[in-house]
């Protein structure tokens, strides 16, 4: 069992960011791939990307070159760095403890309680 409690998310301006944490206990968690999702109101949960045990990332598009993607395994956390964001950034962000394949997909395993980004003016 993994344990995972995100935090970091609030209420900032277009263009501001946030750096979201997922602090993990419970398990080893160096040996799994962790991933970010997010669902805004009406939507579907949509997973946003995800690092592996070897810190190999996988991104969406829509936020590719202003989300980033870490891990420290040290301190049993990990990270997203959210930049520039938008309004259609906004949601609950949920970090997840899983796997990945050698085909770059992921398999959610342990999810977080979620975070709420709201992004607006």
């Known amino acids: 069992q993994v344990q995972l409690v995100e935090s970091g998310g609030g209420l900032v301006q277009p263009g501001g960011s946030l750096r979201l944490s997922c602090a993990a206990s419970?398990?080893?968690?160096?040996?799994?791939?962790v991933a970010w999702f997010r669902q805004a109101p009406g939507k579907e949960r949509e997973l946003v990307g995800f690092?592996?045990?070897?810190?190999?990332?996988n991104i969406i598009h829509s936020v590719e070159g202003r989300f980033t993607f870490s891990r420290d395994n040290a301190k049993n956390t990990a990270y997203l760095q959210m930049l520039n964001l938008k309004p259609e950034d906004t949601a609950v962000y949920y970090c997840?403890?899983?796997?990945?394949?050698?085909?770059?997909?992921?398999?959610?395993?342990?999810w977080g309680q979620g975070t709420q980004v709201t992004v607006s003016s």
């Open positions: 997840n403890a899983g796997e990945s394949d050698d085909s770059g997909v992921y398999y959610p395993k342990y």
């Open positions: 419970g398990s080893i968690f160096s040996i799994y791939a």
């Open positions: 690092i592996t045990d070897s810190g190999t990332t």
